[in-house]
């Protein structure tokens, strides 16, 4: 729908809008002569003094003696604390850091330093191969022409200077991954809605019952549960958790005998007049009596039942008999421990299990396409595969609400205690069925606006006066229609072109902006890509910097392109960077990359224009030269210490000058301790845990990098972070940046080429090669009544309304909280408009507009009956994850539960049907909600284990806020999948069984996956066959635990093994590295962390428990 360009008579709307006047404020930038000089090097005066004798890190100093390497790089043992050592880094890496570079005169011509050139030596790629030639390294330095340097070193430096290696050197070097073959023309892997339906049931969405009482079963006749996995008598729930979010190397402790940590819920004491509740009832779950109906395709064993006998494991039991309400009397309640009286007396299978809903929801909604025309229509759960088709609402892949109803006024909103959010994901992926949206034309005159709120035009606005006036559906203004947009409208009142435009009939769309809509009212630049690599000894000595730097050659192929674009227009520029940063021209007339290196970091200025943002195939000798020098002139270095900020000011400062915005890549091994601005000290305290200083751990020490964020945000800079820590970098800090200018952070600790290069290169490739939105604004209006009053996410914030985002990509959603200012009508709903201003890849300017309509209620059952309890725990997790930065952890575990108390007590209060006190009665939507809420509680940011690291805290802490619903999903509640249950032949991912260890049969063998860790458990008693078709051993105790690769094998169950595997990674936003845990092994208690129903040794109580108490919690509020 990219209408012509033919421009429209004077706009009347066209105006810069209010909305976006940041920028043409100064602080965005572009004044001439202060910050962005108008003529290159205009800026930079003063002489120039030692510039050009600027040598070549790691070739300018002295062979380095036979000593020990350098303290603070000594392999500390990975999870292992050696922070002692951060402070001797004073190895110095040679002239560099001394040779100031003064700024110089525009004209002076530089005096670059050409790199080395290349010379023979047949492979490059032979990181542990001999030590060059004395004659190779004559030859090396006569190509050099460095007047001044000093010798190279003579040490092994393991590397020969060769020719330019060729992408299959390459790939015979390091073991290919396989997948370059799949880079799709640019484009992302599908996402996991793009899978095949599951389910036969017709999507018809019959009234979904108001409750899942616990009912007994005599009344409630309840369908006996298939569960596939024996229980295994006598397991005891030991073992510490363990959670190492991206890695696993830490040795689990020892683990305590089963029994002795029977710990109650967590959570706050029990309610001080809470002693004695008579009749404390919990009953069977209403998900498989009645209330739900029959249920045609769950109900029956699961698809491949059949093979269950031929395990070798203990038959399955039938579950056991159901929990009689009477048999809990209160009073014994309070006097034994929670773990022992609930136990044995509810039967799990008893309680609502997430399994059982995600599966039915399968069934019965998976099948037909979810339209999108019905206001306030509760979309499939997101773990359903289903299609969508706008109909004039954005699909639940854009926005997803915590309730599609929502309570007219503030009174009956606060009494529900229900949080009315949306998750936003303005740029989120399709599959290929499902187009993206339309761009709109709307020529100068830019897209149709309300005068009063300047919502965009979209299918709720009503058309009057015979089609010359609209009025507004968020503030009801009335607005004049421009003559070129008028048309006459049908019988109905309705525009007789109103299927002919998108903004008049679908949900999403998109609108070309107008000058107005950009920053200096110039059309933007294309964005530029910024890889600056940390080539510090660290990262040098891991093979990060030469598996990156081969890597690089190859995928600067892919970045992002629009359309049917033959390439992408994206500039591309590099730079290295320890304690001093060197900055490189490759441009494309020169023979050789040259290099230039700035060391006053404390004044961070880009010392040439011309040259170093280039176009990828204009300058590819140039850029594959560079890539084929950067690891051999830094192989010998010792230097340790790092910078950080300036780094980041270096790429902003050079965005800035290019008058573009564009991300900056950072490849970073350690904490910051050079003397530069933003520089870290090691502040990490594990006994601040559990005290009222625990916040600091997650606040950034410095307010340095705020500030400098907020130069990036404003700049347009996003800063993608990759981290490959040895040991504590302050990721709380570190991450400032990312985090403010929407950008990302991942994290491989102990980062070693061999093991962990697969991961670290499928995220950098998708991270490269992921379409982003730059320099974006989001506004979120709404109707009257409502407004959007906080929000979560990656981005930054310099005023109440308006969400900044440098970069925002396809993966990143923005969680957006509402209140009522007033109240709202039940006739004509509440309609949400996103509307987000960015720079497309190929530099063009556009908006991208999202509606959707809830309906309003007066009574709160209907509230309860169309919430979205994954987009509550989406919300609410978020909501405690900024918490921590501010308030002691236990009060923030303290108000989760109390608010979940407060909204199924409400419920209980207003809406279910008059019962026993002594039943817990959940809302039908709700019926999972203390179990989600119990796992949100027992992460690792709120009760961590033992294990887990400061770091790994801040890192899911920040991780988690820009997640989406599927993401948080799967991270709070894992998926475990059985393998061998199902017939091999059988085509679909197999049934999952719930996250608890009783669901393990010993002679299985199963999967586990939350987004960020996958794990293949092997039971002990699994059939030999089954091993060696696996893993190509005759015996369970030949499989080698730890193992992250299956032997690729010539029979079915590897291969469905190891497609199931690609297939789960596919759909996934980060490689998650397969760990092969077998049971009664060691590895096994950082496994058990994820088997989220259970107990956690770090406190976490198990669903039973936390239901309990969930349900004493509640009756304090109703008694
Ligand atoms: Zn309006």
Redesign the pocket.
């Known amino acids: 729908m990219n209408v012509n360009q033919s421009a429209p008579p004077v706009p009347p709307f066209g105006q810069p809008q209010p909305v976006y006047t940041g920028y043409h404020q100064s602080s965005y930038g572009g004044q001439p002569g202060s910050t962005a000089p108008p003529t290159p090097y205009g800026a930079y005066n003063g002489p120039v003094p030692g510039y050009q004798q600027t040598p070549l890190p790691g070739v300018s100093r002295a062979p380095p003696s036979s000593e020990a390497p350098p303290a603070s790089t000594a392999q500390a043992p990975c999870g292992q604390v050696a922070y002692g050592q951060f402070g001797q880094g004073d190895v110095q890496n040679g002239p560099s850091s001394t040779v100031q570079m003064q700024r110089f005169p525009g004209s002076q011509p530089f005096g670059s330093v050409p790199l080395a050139p290349v010379v023979s030596q047949p492979t490059v790629l032979q990181p542990y191969g001999p030590p060059p030639t004395s004659a190779q390294v004559t030859a090396q330095l006569a190509g050099m022409q460095i007047s001044g340097a000093v010798a190279p070193a003579l040490t092994p430096v393991g590397l020969g200077y060769g020719p330019p290696t060729s992408l299959a050197s390459a790939s015979g070097s390091f073991p290919n991954s396989g997948l370059y073959g799949s880079y799709p023309q640019g484009q992302t892997p599908p996402l996991s809605q793009a899978q095949g339906h599951l389910g036969t049931q017709p999507p018809q969405r019959s009234a979904p019952p108001q409750a899942s009482s616990f009912t007994s079963p005599a009344s409630g006749g309840p369908r006996m549960p298939s569960m596939t996995g024996p229980l295994l008598p006598g397991q005891g729930f030991g073992g510490p958790s363990v959670s190492q979010p991206n890695h696993v190397s830490s040795p689990p402790p020892q683990a305590l005998p089963p029994g002795t940590q029977m710990t109650g819920p967590p959570g706050p004491p029990p309610p001080m007049h809470s002693s004695q509740q008579p009749g404390y009832q919990l009953q069977p779950n209403g998900s498989f009596g009645p209330a739900r109906g029959p249920q045609p395709n769950y109900g029956s064993p699961y698809p491949g039942a059949p093979t269950f006998g031929s395990q070798p494991g203990p038959p399955q039991p039938l579950p056991p008999k159901r929990l009689d309400p009477d048999a809990i009397p209160s009073p014994q309640l309070n006097e034994l421990p929670p773990q022992q009286k609930t136990r044995h007396r509810i039967d799990p299978d008893a309680i609502p299990s997430p399994i059982q809903v995600i599966e039915d929801d399968r069934n019965n909604r998976g099948s037909e396409p979810f339209v999108t025309g019905v206001r306030g229509q509760v979309p499939p759960l997101v773990t359903t595969n289903f299609l969508v088709k706008d109909q004039g609402n954005a699909s639940p892949r854009y926005i997803r609400c915590t309730s599609y109803n929502i309570p007219c006024t503030s009174d009956m909103a606060k009494q529900a205690q229900v949080p009315l959010a949306a998750v936003i994901k303005p740029l989120a992926r399709l599959p290929p069925e499902e187009a993206s949206p339309y761009v709109v034309d709307h020529g100068e005159s830019g897209p149709l ?7 965009y035009m979209c299918p709720f606005m009503q058309f009057v006066e015979g089609g010359r006036r609209f009025q ?6 009335i ?1 004049d229609v421009p003559p070129q947009y008028f048309q006459h409208l049908d019988h109905t009142g309705k525009r007789v072109d109103a299927y002919d435009r998108p903004e008049l009939s679908l949900g999403s769309y998109e609108f070309l902006a107008t000058v107005d809509y950009c920053k200096n009212n110039k059309f933007p630049s294309p964005p530029a890509f910024i890889f600056m690599i940390d080539v510090s000894y660290n990262a040098v000595r891991s093979g990060l910097v030469r598996l990156l730097c081969e890597e690089l050659k190859s995928l600067l192929d892919f970045l992002p392109r629009e359309g049917g674009a033959e390439e992408s227009a994206i500039r591309v520029g590099f730079v290295t960077y320890n304690k001093v940063l060197h900055f490189y021209n490759v441009k494309s007339s020169l023979a050789q990359p040259q290099m230039m290196v700035v060391s006053d970091v404390a004044d961070m200025f880009v010392p040439l224009l011309d040259g170093f943002l280039v176009n990828v195939s204009e300058s590819r000798a140039v850029i594959t030269s560079l890539l084929d020098q950067i690891p051999e002139m830094f192989a010998d270095t010792r230097e340790t210490e790092t910078v950080f900020a300036p780094v980041i000011q270096a790429g902003m400062e050079a965005l800035k000058a290019a008058e573009c915005a564009g991300k900056l890549f950072l490849f970073h091994t350690s904490l910051p301790i050079a003397e530069a601005p933003g520089k870290l000290k090691n502040r990490d305290d594990r006994k601040l845990i559990n005290t009222d200083k625990e916040k600091t751990l997650f606040q950034p020490q410095t307010g340095a990098y705020q500030t400098l964020a907020k130069e990036c945000v404003a700049q347009g800079c996003c800063v993608d972070l990759f981290l490959f820590p040895n040991q504590y970098v302050d990721v709380a800090t570190l991450s400032v940046v990312p985090q403010l200018t929407g950008g990302s952070v991942y994290k491989y600790a102990c980062f070693q080429v061999e093991n962990d290069q697969e991961r670290f290169l499928s995220d950098l490739r998708r991270d490269v090669q992921k379409v982003v939105g730059f320099d974006a604004v989001m506004r979120v ?1 709404t109707s009257t009544g409502i407004r959007a009053v906080d929000f979560f996410g990656a981005f930054y914030m310099s005023n109440t309304t308006d969400v900044e985002l440098a970069g925002l990509d396809g993966d990143k959603t923005v969680t957006v909280e509402f209140k009522h200012d007033d109240r709202l009508n039940e006739e004509s709903g509440a309609l949400l408009q996103c509307a987000l201003l960015y720079t497309s890849c190929a530099g063009q300017r556009r908006l991208r507009i999202h509606n959707l309509a809830l309906n309003c209620c007066t009574q709160l059952a209907d509230l309860y009956r169309n919430c979205e309890t994954d987009t509550l725990i989406n919300y609410m997790a978020k909501f405690a994850y900024r918490g921590v930065l501010n308030s002691p952890v236990k009060t923030v575990r303290d108000t989760l539960i109390t608010q979940c108390a407060q909204i199924l007590a409400c419920y209980r209060k207003n809406c279910a049907s008059p019962s026993s006190a002594g039943q817990l009665i959940l809302p039908e939507c709700m019926k999972l909600l203390p179990v989600y809420l119990n796992c949100v509680l027992k992460s690792d940011v709120l009760q961590p284990g033992a294990e887990v690291t400061t770091d790994d805290r801040a890192y899911v802490r920040q991780l988690v806020t820009s997640m989406d619903v599927a993401e948080t999903n799967v991270f709070f509640y894992p998926r475990l999948l059985p393998l061998t249950k199902s017939p091999i032949e059988s085509a679909t991912e197999p049934p999952a069984v719930r996250a608890s260890e009783e669901r393990l049969s010993n002679g299985d063998i199963y999967l586990l996956e939350n987004g960020l860790n996958l794990f293949l458990w092997v039971g002990a008693s699994v059939q030999q066959g089954v091993v060696q078709s696996l893993f190509s051993v005759s015996s369970f105790s030949q499989i080698t635990s730890g193992l992250s690769v299956l032997p690729v094998l010539d029979n079915p169950l590897s291969k469905k093994v190891r497609g199931l595997i690609d297939s789960l990674r596919a759909q996934r936003s980060r490689y998650m590295k397969l760990i092969v845990v077998k049971q009664e092994d060691k590895l096994e208690m950082l496994f058990k962390h994820f088997l989220v129903e259970d107990k956690s040794l770090s406190g976490g109580a198990s669903y039973v428990d936390f239901l309990c108490h969930m349900h004493k919690e509640i009756r304090q509020l109703l008694s």
């Open positions: 606006r309300c005068n009063r709120c300047k919502a507004c559906c968020f503030c009801s203004c607005n209006r």
